[in-house]
């Protein structure tokens, strides 16, 4: 059971299975590290009776005392039964450093099996196997076989590979850097990357965490913990395997473009994680973003004493997507005041070589005060004048900086020493105790202009992101088609032995969910054909119709701009041949026939692939036949809304074409937004699609139009829905890694004075009615329901409430329509513990308030009793609510739902409800 980590990092007690006195081995290092720790350490080893003058136990289960932790590095055959023996004896968390497992084949495999099973049995905690272990050094705890220790620190560092792990350890210690936890995750055969970025971001020793990904086993878990914490902890990760090659076949252009490392990195952008190219990198950004504050843009100032490093900057910083800052001119003219004349008159600030504390000082005064300015990177490259004499300067400026903040912003975070109102970053080069002055003072400084430049751009890149996530959508139509037909359509096809539906086919599943598609009829014949081609009207486009085609245009299965029934005749029959002579063995059913749609617009392809770890991925960018050339695009993942339909589409190039371009008209983006969220449903609503695309997609103007369309569908899939649905234990977005909004959770209920309302879950969309609802609240209400006086909403406090993870927390408003008016009057809150439970076990926090004007018609009863309900439905086991001790109507409230109440102090109750 997954469930409480902090053992691994705080034990009272371990055990250390393997252990020995024999030097040089893996036992061995690791008594030699964990008897430096305060907790009580015991070695166990069947043939000695002591080791490094410890006793030692033949087994775990003859150590006097409850363990709360074991090491376990012994040959790997003979761990399944030291695990079974562990479980025995009630030890829950346990770290296999041992070898020999899954890596090796079915052997290793089949060992694993058994751990596995004895894991479930006992509901054991478990890191690795094939890993280093784990590193407190807040605690002096080591246990892994490492020979050194770094220092404490606040980042945490989670790693996939040993060998990796171990030279960053040596690496940081040389760099005098230091961790919260270092964690060595192995296998993952159970404690993943998800379960630690649960546990490390609750841990107030971290304030960053630093992942290096090799593969995710669990990525609606990692996805899940990441989107949490990432809000308030960056996460940071190097994802190795970039260009690995994906070995299964793919029917579409999507399945051919969406590989393994776009899916992986659009699943980093959702998650609102870093992702950078290099190890070094992660330090670099978790060193910043833990000293400095995160720049409002991109606009970067340069301060320089030489031209050609400031050169270099320059050229990173454009092609990271950054800008140089277009300096105000009132500094311009500031500048030229204190300045040589031959200076450079603008960004990058050329102090020329001979520049001296005093020019660096009042260029970094007036960068600060220079709105147009985001941030700022100090360069200095060696000369007669003293460095160190100019750090001290650069620090002496960011304090007076950051002093003048604090004073006109009493909220403004003054915990990073060094840091001003904007970020400061430096690159003095080759200067060692200038950079140790800076380091020391909370300025990152960096070997090169470079590598400053690029933390610079992670650093906007982050706050932009997370600014982008958690805008408020604005609401778009819900798509809910019928699901029988689609459903059928799905079925016949399978039941055909073929898994694409034909282009009829695809293009009557897509208009389902308002995607306009081009008429088009299906010829059998060349007669049938010309037929068609005169009641559809001239010109048309003819298509070969072949369920065993997946490209047509590959094999000259398209003729375009047919005027007459000449036309179509002759390229009814060129057609053929050229089907015959590239596909001959292709079952051919004719042709399909539709308008020839001369409209001028953009083409663009929208798709999606079904990836085996991240499950349904949407594609969009250029389309057309030129779709795998260009290489044009952008993939996200479902669920969308309206602004992360609007983010997919900018990240493409094609988007500047959508908003007009000579004589091409700017699209409707709303309306494309609202055809993206409707792709996005269809997703959701059938896990049986493997593939799609639609390309071309022409757009122009407000006019938008499919004229080709394929989807590919998954036998095992469709089976494996009908199963469930059959056995009544049917989970409708088990294929997704982000929980949808559960529509399900919709009811109407009646207020006391008649009124209905519709109870339903919150929806990022609400922040508006949210904050109508707040306005509405008295004082007494605010202060009972969230312990304090609240005076005012931002838009960062109401995302909190209103855009959350269904997976695990949910809000169920009670929204009131009169007339055109529609109102939030009151709200229940669900806050799951985000530990994984195995068994099931799983605990919840609720909170209720209703506005005052609606407050005596029932609905806090009703918002308690069906929050309730959902937490029983979520598999929740117990559920706690925290209350005010003079907060009379919801303890009344509570005791009539059956919670036992209790003091947690002279001020407050908690209130704890079994669930059956």
């Known amino acids: 059971m997954v469930s409480d980590l902090s053992a691994f990092f705080s034990p009272r007690s371990i055990a250390v299975i393997g252990a020995s006195d024999e030097e040089g081995t893996v036992g061995w290092r690791l008594m030699k590290n964990l008897m430096e720790y305060k907790g009580n350490v015991y070695p166990v080893?069947?043939?000695?009776?002591?080791?490094?003058?410890?006793?030692?136990?033949?087994?775990?289960?003859?150590?006097?005392?409850?363990?709360?932790?074991?090491?376990?590095?012994?040959?790997?055959?003979?761990?399944?039964?030291?695990?079974?023996?562990?479980?025995?004896?009630?030890?829950?968390?346990?770290?296999?450093?041992?070898?020999?497992?899954?890596?090796?084949?079915?052997?290793?495999?089949?060992?694993?099996?058994?751990?596995?099973?004895?894991?479930?049995?006992?509901?054991?905690?478990?890191?690795?196997?094939?890993?280093?272990?784990?590193?407190?050094?807040?605690?002096n705890l080591n246990a892994t076989f490492l020979s050194r220790t770094p220092k404490p620190g606040n980042v945490a560092f989670i790693s996939q590979s040993g060998a990796l792990g171990s030279a960053i350890v040596d690496w940081a210690v040389n760099e005098n850097i230091g961790f919260s936890a270092f964690i060595s995750v192995g296998s993952m055969l159970d404690v993943d990357f998800g379960d630690l970025i649960e546990y490390l971001g609750k841990d107030p020793e971290t304030k960053s965490i630093l992942l290096y990904i090799e593969g995710i086993s669990d990525a609606k878990r990692f996805m899940s913990a990441a989107r949490h914490f990432s809000r308030t902890k960056p996460i940071i990760v190097v994802k190795a395997g970039k260009f690995a090659e994906s070995a299964r076949a793919v029917q579409s252009h999507t399945g051919s473009l969406a590989g393994e490392d776009v899916v992986y990195d659009a699943a980093f952008k959702r998650a609102g994680v870093i992702r950078v190219d290099e190890i070094s990198e992660l330090f670099n950004c978790a060193e910043a973003l833990a000293k400095q504050p995160l720049p409002n843009g991109p606009r970067l100032a340069i301060i320089?004493?030489?031209?050609?490093?400031?050169?270099?900057?320059?050229?990173?910083?454009?092609?990271?997507?950054?800008?140089?800052?277009?300096?105000?001119?009132?500094?311009?003219?500031?500048?030229?005041?204190?300045?040589?004349?031959h200076w450079s008159k603008g960004n990058p600030i050329d102090l020329i070589g001979d520049a001296d504390a005093s020019r660096y000082r009042r260029a970094l005064e007036l960068c600060l005060k220079d709105s147009n300015v985001d941030g700022i990177l100090v360069v200095y490259t060696p000369t007669m004048i003293d460095s160190v004499e100019i750090a001290r300067t650069v620090v002496d400026v960011c304090k007076d900086s950051t002093n003048s903040s604090s004073n006109s912003n009493s909220s403004s975070d003054n915990s990073r020493y060094g840091s001003?109102?904007?970020?400061?970053?430096?690159?003095?080069?080759?200067?060692?105790?200038?950079?140790?002055?800076?380091?020391?003072?909370?300025?990152?400084?960096?070997?090169?202009?470079?590598?400053?430049?690029?933390?610079?751009?992670?650093?906007?890149?982050?706050?932009?992101?997370?600014?982008?996530?958690?805008?408020?959508?604005?609401?778009?139509?819900?798509?809910?088609?019928?699901?029988?037909?689609?459903?059928?359509?799905?079925?016949?096809?399978?039941?055909?032995?073929?898994?694409?539906?034909?282009?009829?086919?695809?293009?009557?599943?897509?208009?389902?969910?308002?995607?306009?598609?081009?008429?088009?009829?299906?010829?059998?014949?060349?007669?049938?054909?010309?037929?068609?081609a005169s009641s559809i009207g001239y010109p048309v486009v003819l298509k070969i119709y072949s369920k065993d085609i997946t490209h047509k245009s590959d094999v000259g299965g398209v003729m375009l701009n047919l005027n007459d029934e000449h036309e179509v005749r002759e390229a009814y029959n060129r057609m053929m041949q050229n089907v015959r002579a590239k596909m001959p063995d292709a079952r051919i059913d004719g042709v399909t026939v539709q308008p020839m749609v001369k409209m001028k617009g953009v083409e663009v392809i929208l798709g999606a692939r079904y990836d085996p770890i991240f499950g349904p991925v949407i594609l969009f960018g250029m389309g057309g036949v030129g779709v795998e050339l260009f290489k044009d695009f952008a993939v996200g993942l479902p669920p969308l809304n309206q602004v992360l339909a609007r983010m997919l589409m900018e990240e493409t190039r094609v988007h500047r074409l959508l908003k007009g371009y000579r004589d091409i008209p700017a699209a409707d983006m709303r309306a494309l937004e609202q055809l993206l969220v409707s792709f996005s449903q269809m997703l959701i609503d059938f896990p049986e699609i493997e593939e799609v695309d639609i390309n071309p997609l022409l757009v122009h103007g407000k006019n938008i139009i499919a004229l080709d369309a394929r989807i590919v569908v998954d036998e095992a899939r469709a089976s494996a829905r009908a199963k469930a649905k059959a056995g009544k234990d049917h989970d409708p977005y088990r294929h997704l890694i982000i929980s949808p909004y559960p529509k399900r959770y919709e009811r109407l209920w009646t207020l006391k004075d008649g009124r209905i309302v519709l109870l339903?879950?919150?929806?990022?969309?609400?922040?508006?009615?949210?904050?109508?609802?707040?306005?509405?609240?008295?004082?007494?209400?605010?202060?009972?329901?969230?312990?304090?006086?609240?005076?005012?909403?931002?838009?960062?406090q109401i995302v909190r409430y209103c855009n959350i993870d269904y997976a695990r927390e949910m809000s169920i408003v009670a929204e009131l329509s009169e007339g055109s008016m529609r109102r939030i009057i009151g709200v229940a809150s669900l806050v799951i513990d985000g530990r994984r439970s195995r068994d099931g076990y799983r605990e919840g926090e609720i909170a209720v308030i209703v506005a005052d004007p609606w407050q005596g018609l029932g609905l806090g009863t009703k918002l308690v009793d069906y929050i309730l309900e959902i937490a029983e439905d979520m598999n929740v086991k117990v559920v706690n609510a925290v209350m005010l001790a003079n907060n009379a109507r919801i303890i009344d409230l509570m005791k009539r739902m059956g919670f036992r109440l209790e003091a947690l102090d002279e001020d407050t109750l908690v209130g704890r409800l079994e669930l059956g």
């Open 304 to 341: 320089t004493n030489a031209g050609g490093p400031a050169i270099m900057a320059t050229d990173a910083l454009i092609a990271s997507g950054g800008r140089l800052a277009e300096l105000d001119p009132n500094t311009i003219e500031e500048l030229n005041r204190v300045l040589p004349k």
């Open 760 to 796: 339903r879950p919150i929806k990022p969309e609400d922040e508006p009615l949210w904050l109508d609802m707040f306005r509405h609240l008295s004082q007494e209400s605010v202060y009972q329901r969230f312990f304090t006086v609240i005076k005012d909403t931002p838009h960062e």
């Open 45 to 139: 080893n069947i043939r000695k009776d002591e080791v490094l003058g410890v006793k030692a136990y033949r087994s775990v289960e003859d150590i006097p005392e409850s363990v709360d932790l074991a090491v376990i590095a012994t040959p790997a055959p003979t761990v399944p039964g030291i695990v079974e023996q562990c479980g025995r004896a009630g030890v829950k968390n346990l770290i296999i450093i041992s070898a020999g497992f899954r890596e090796v084949g079915e052997e290793g495999r089949a060992l694993e099996a058994k751990i596995i099973e004895a894991r479930d049995r006992y509901a054991l905690n478990i890191i690795g196997p094939n890993c280093l272990g784990i590193i407190r050094p807040s605690s």
């Open 420 to 532: 001003s109102s904007k970020p400061v970053l430096t690159s003095f080069m080759f200067q060692h105790e200038a950079n140790r002055i800076l380091n020391e003072n909370g300025i990152p400084t960096y070997d090169t202009p470079e590598q400053a430049v690029k933390t610079f751009i992670h650093m906007y890149q982050y706050k932009h992101r997370l600014e982008m996530l958690y805008q408020t959508p604005e609401a778009l139509i819900d798509f809910m088609p019928p699901k029988r037909p689609l459903l059928t359509m799905i079925n016949n096809a399978i039941a055909e032995k073929r898994r694409i539906l034909d282009e009829v086919e695809s293009k009557e599943f897509i208009s389902y969910y308002n995607i306009p598609v081009v008429r088009t009829l299906i010829a059998r014949s060349e007669d049938e054909a010309v037929a068609l």
